[in-house]
Structures are given as structure tokens and as C-alpha cells.
């Protein structure tokens, strides 16, 4: 409930100039993608669409796509200086991820930028140098994923190409060349036409270890492990492996390991690609693991090792190849209870003894510390996750829409929030967002509220619905 007098608006710009500040989407092809974009000043709406003039200067656009990848992106201290500026996102050829894009901003001057996009794979890559299917330099890990769950990263003008993964492989380590070091760990993570290798001299052995975190795979609420199985693909070049091609299996990173499948003579390795179906091309088929991994702190610590022995002269031909390490667990779960709570509600901007709150000519901020203990202002807001809630809970924020008195409306985007007084306030939007991540359980959260009244309101009561959501923290 807010409370208004009129005011009159009037400012001025200096050194501007008016430009139409189209904001192009487009992909490499040249086709535009749709999309909403409403362009802000310090909170303040300016022109709802994308070709209205406004003075040249620099702004915070918030963009929501209709048919893209991408679901949104918040532009933050934006430069708008031209009739056109053009941004480029590309959803490429997936080569058996679970998603990758592109994302060029070269063309725009801008501090950062929050990117939404809906998750289909566990985990979140990027890739400086993403050329023709392949990355020249390293995919660097961003942030773990769960599929169907929106999740938003920062991104910054010099930024690439995406990529979304399912297997959950960490870090693989082989020798020959690269001893100790990291691997491409996309070759391994996806059945495609990539792969990792390995070659060795003579009478030693040649070595892929891949390492799986899988936390993100198992949640909070998992009780005990039923089954688990890995599957590899891997074959040899040349006929040089010939002795003790064996796989092992740990469930401490590699300090131990076991002998799960071996072959003598190295029989069951082809010498060429055997393909990526999983399970029809698992060396060995579906290798049991369930004796190994009986609780849920090994299945998090699972490595593999691949090797074999070379009976040939050394030389630089690579004798191993991997293209793909799966690691299916199956787990049970116990019932997951989330229990909330809402105190010091309604959030009133009206503060005690005032009949109005006079915002000035150019519009004012005011918070709505003004209540009472008999007057709750919900300043702060508090929710509660109650003690009869079994997981850690992250919580969200959404609001109706604008605040209404029957024709008359103040922005939604001029409520803000923050989980601190002294922090950044977050426009409200209609979507859900986070406000508190992986709270405990019990915990007390506040939500802090401000209003930015714009001149010239006038003075009437408007209302608006906030709803808060609280869901078991994703990984």
C-alpha cells in the first residue's frame, strides 16, 4: 500500500544528443529475434519501445526473448549513443550437449550484463575460443545446473561461447605430454565425435583418469545407494596395446582403486571408434560398481582409470582413446519438507502520523521503516523457514505486476528489495527471484523494501501482490 501526493517532473541532460537506441537481436544468419526491451534510468522507466528517442547516454535495458535460448538479459550501465546497436546469440550445433550458444556483444559498451537462460544439462561451461565444433583453449566451469531450473550468470563484453553438460566429469588427467594436467574436459563429458588420448614408450603404461564429482547429481535428501554402474568408451589406434587393458574404479579420487573389467591380451579394445551409443558400445557392457560405492559420500568421489600396456617401440603415435565415461547412480530419498513462514507484513509505505509521502519534484526513494509494532510496515519483511524443514531452501521473489489504483499505476520495477540495508536493491519483477541461497533450516531472513515515487504522482492508494517462494536449494 503506498500513499502519494502530485509532484512535477522536470530534469535536464547536458552534452546529449537524441538517438533512437534500436536494440537489434540477431543470430549469425542475420535473423532478428524477437524480444521485449524496456530501457531505465536509476530505476526509472524511459520508453517502453525499442525505437523511441531518448538522449544519448548510458542506461540499464532489460531485454526478455520469445523464441531464443536466452530468456532475458539485464544490461547494466549500458551505452546508448547510436539509432542501431546490434547483439548477437547463436544457438549452435550441439554435437551432443545437452545445450551450447553463443553470445557476441562485441558491437555494445556496457559494464555487465545478467544472462537467464533454462537449464538442460548439469553443469555450465564457457570457451574463450569456440571455433567450428571445437574449442581451442580450455571450457572453464561456471556453475553447477539442474535441468528445468532457470539459472543466470554475469556476463562481460569479452565473453563466448556456453556450453551445458551432463556427465558430471570434473578434471581428466592422462600422461604423455600432459602429465598432471587438465584435459579438454568436454571430450569425455559428451558422446560425440571428440575425445581424449593418451600414448606412452615402451613396457609402460598408458593412462586416462577421469575424475567425477557427482553432488550435483545426488541431493541433500538422498538415504542410501540401490545401484551404480559405469560405462566407457574407449578403443586403442594401433595393435601396440597389447597387454593388461583393464579398468579401475575409485571411490576416493583415485588414492585406491580396483580392477572392474580387464582384458589379457587387449581383445576387447577395437582399434577405431566404436561409437558413442551408451550402453550398446560400453567396453564390457554396464560395468556393476554397486559393491564399491555403498554410501552416498563415495558416489560422490568416483574416479575411473583406462590404461593398458605397450609392447612396441616408443614413438608419437597417441595409443589410447576415450570419448565418453558415464557413472549412473541410483539412490533413495527421503520425503523433503519445506515449511515457511511470513512476519511483520503488509509492506506499507506510509509513514506513522503522515497522512501522505510528498515525493519531490524529480521523484523520491523512501523505505518503509515508519511503522510500529502494532503497525507492521514490513520493514523488514520476515520469512522464517521453520524448524520442521529438512533441507537447506533457497527463496524467491515476484510481484503481480504495477501497483494500481483502478486507471492510475506506479512501476513494478520502482519496488526494490535487498536481503540488507546497505546492499544493491533488485527491481521487482513478475518473474521469480532469488533473494537467499541455501538458507538453513531453521534460519530468519529479512527482506528490506524501498519505493521510488516519481514526481507528479498522484495521490492515491496503490496496491500490488508480492509472493515469496521457497523451493530445496539446487545445487
Sequence with gaps: MVFLSPGITGFMVANASPVRANLRFKNSAGMELPAEKKIYKQGLLVNKSSNGTIMSGRYEVDVNFQDSVVKKIKFKNIKLDRDELLFSIDELENHDYAQIYNIDPKDLDFDLAEVTVNAKGRMLYKCVDYVDGACL???????????????????????????????????????????????????????????EEASTASGTVAWILSNHTNSDLIPAAATSINCSYICVIWWKETTTIDTNCQVDFSVDMGANFDTVWSSADCSGLGTSDPGDTVPDNCVGGWINVTTYVDTIAKAEKVAVKMSGTKSGAAGGSKDVRVDYVVFNVSFESAAVTVDISLTNTPILFCPTGIGNVQADDGGATYDCSGGTSSEPDGYPLVVSVESGTTVNVDLWIKGSGDLVNNSDSVLLANLTFDNSTSGTPTNTTTDYQIVYKNSGHPSTNNIYWWMFIPGGAKALTYENTITIKANETSA
Excluded at 569479452?158 to 581428466?172: A, F, G, I, K, W
Excluded at 600432459?178 to 569425455?188: E, L, R, S, T
Design 137 to 195: 583453449s580450455d571450457w572453464l566451469f561456471i556453475m553447477d545446473l539442474t535441468p528445468g531450473m532457470d539459472y543466470t550468470f554475469t556476463l562481460i563484453p569479452e565473453d563466448p561461447t556456453y556450453v551445458e553438460l551432463q556427465t558430471p566429469v570434473s578434471c581428466t588427467k592422462y600422461s604423455g605430454g600432459k602429465d598432471a594436467a587438465c584435459a579438454d574436459v568436454a571430450n569425455m563429458q559428451t558422446a560425440d565425435s571428440n575425445y
